[in-house]
């Protein structure tokens, strides 16, 4: 069972690379000191009271750094909750960057993004048979001239029932293309704005929870409202044990690392729960792209057999 | 019938002549003429009138409906299964789609990866390939000419090349250049 909770999550990917980042502490300033250290070991049986959380007094998180500091838009807020409790616990306010949180939200941009992503990877297998691969219609039926009927060379062309078909599909077809890199990324920050602005953006501090029930799960995405579809995003792709075991039960629940975030998911999902490290690292890649100096380079026209 | 044309050449007396006024009268008689009587507003007030009159309608009009052979069973028809729509390939769908930006650029530990690298489903000598079908059959042969398809398919390795051998006198010799457009 274990095993089968692991694939879930685990992409091929992520067996073959390591650890996708580390997250410097120093730039979430918290009062970690204080923090009151918790068994990792999950708690199966749901009729055992759960073990009070112990909090230090809020606001446990209350600053961040952000990286290119924007000159001319305005910073966003948003703030962190828990996932220990069912009840939602504001443990404090964080700011969001505005070129990747408040861009204006591009609908045609997230359209061509959506489209894209659901045919890049089409392959077309229908296919027909041309006139020469149906079998047989190598003779020519009767003579040219003398029965009266009209003249035919073989009774596999085009005209014919059961004849080949002239310009049918021809398997396999790919309908692959390469959306630009700045589109893809624009796609990403006008998503990512929209989920902001529309409330449908969460952010907690981690996704640990105390028990893998799933009905702790289900009741918590209810008192808060929390749409019936829900996308966990955290930085690392192995995911604690509990949340991956509550999850795996329900189809709607679905738990990402950031490498995996792209905008069909941000749609299909109601609501988008990222963690503080997944929300530092999505900033620091989205920011990373939009300053560099060898954009041209990113941007470049993706060339075959180049990788 | 017999015409009667040639009698309405004689003079017939208008007196001592029968009440049936014979065919030859009717065509000149100045002593009456024909009057309308049926008018189609009439036929239209009565009801509708019926078009395409002799078109036999397919569609069920209503009345009774068919019946079978069993009466106590339904018609057989395929059980209706909705899609699910949070199965794992279509919750996750499009996951990875972005990796080349979100995932890990020039680090040292980690090379950047292309999405294209990541699709397992699709060919291996399809992966990132867009063309036509030429286009393609070229690669595809290019491809599996070095793993001896030519000896583990013989008739599918002649097609390929047949194809490939047609596709390039019609595209050369019976369609105009693409560039055309732009001369």
Redesign the interface.
């Known amino acids: 069972m274990a095993t089968k909770i692991i694939n879930k999550t685990v992409t091929e990917l992520s067996l073959r690379i390591t650890r996708c980042f580390f997250v410097p502490s120093k730039a979430i300033q918290t009062n970690a000191a204080l923090f009151q250290e918790r068994s990792e070991t999950s708690i199966t049986n749901v009729e055992e009271q759960l073990l009070p959380t112990i909090r230090p007094p809020l606001p446990i998180i209350y600053s961040r750094k952000l990286a290119f500091p924007p000159k001319f838009k305005a910073v966003r807020q948003a703030w962190v909750s828990n996932m220990d409790t069912v009840e939602e616990e504001k443990l404090g306010l964080i700011d969001l960057h505005p070129e990747v949180f408040a861009e204006r939200p591009r609908v045609d941009i997230i359209h061509e993004n959506v489209r894209w992503q659901q045919l890049y990877r089409h392959v077309s297998y229908a296919n027909t048979k041309v006139r020469y691969e149906v079998r047989g219609g190598g003779r020519k039926p009767r003579p040219q001239k003398g029965s009266g009927r009209s003249r035919h060379g073989s009774i596999r062309s085009p005209i014919w029932r059961g004849g080949g078909i002239v310009h049918g599909p021809r398997s396999p077809t790919p309908y692959f293309y390469m959306l630009s890199f700045n589109a893809r990324l624009n796609g990403l920050r006008s998503t990512l704005s929209a989920k902001l602005a529309q409330d449908d953006l969460h952010i907690v501090d981690s996704l640990d929870i105390p028990t893998d029930d799933p009905s702790y799960l289900e009741k918590l995405v209810e008192e808060r409202g929390w749409g019936p579809a829900v996308l966990f995003v955290d930085d690392n792709d192995i995911m604690p044990l509990n949340i991956t075991a509550a999850s795996d039960v329900h189809g709607h629940y679905n738990l990402m690392p950031v490498y995996g975030l792209n905008v069909h998911s941000m749609l299909k999902h109601h609501t988008l729960v990222l963690t503080l490290a997944a929300v530092e690292r999505i900033e620091e890649r989205l920011l990373f792209h939009l300053n560099r100096n060898d954009a041209a380079e990113a941007g470049r026209k993706h060339r075959l057999d180049s990788l | 019938m017999v015409s009667t044309l040639g009698m309405a050449l004689r003079y017939r007396p208008l007196t001592g002549v029968s009440s049936k006024v014979s065919k030859a009268n009717a065509l000149f008689n100045p002593e009456w003429t024909t009057v309308r009587f049926r008018y189609h507003a009439d036929k239209v007030a009565k009801g509708p009138v019926p078009r395409r009159h002799g078109y036999e309608e397919k569609l069920f009009q209503g009345g009774l409906l068919p019946r079978t052979a069993f009466p106590d069973r339904a018609l057989p028809i395929p059980t209706y299964k909705p899609k ?5 390939k279509r ?15 020039n680090e040292i ?2 090379k950047p ?11 291996p000598w ?1 992966r ?4 036509n ?1 030429y286009q ?1 059959l070229l690669r595809r042969r290019k491809f599996v000419q070095k793993k001896g398809y030519a000896l583990g398919h013989p008739t599918k390795w002649a ?1 390929l090349n ?2 490939i051998k ?1 596709l390039y006198r019609y595209l050369n010799h019976k369609t105009k250049s693409p560039f055309w457009k732009d001369a």
């Open positions: 699910n729509s949070w199965n794992e919750a996750l769908f499009g996951q990875n789609d972005y990796i080349d930006i979100l995932g890990p650029s530990s980690q990866l292309h999405p294209t690298q990541l699709l397992y489903h699709v060919p399809l990132g390939v867009q063309g079908e393609v097609t047949t194809r047609k």
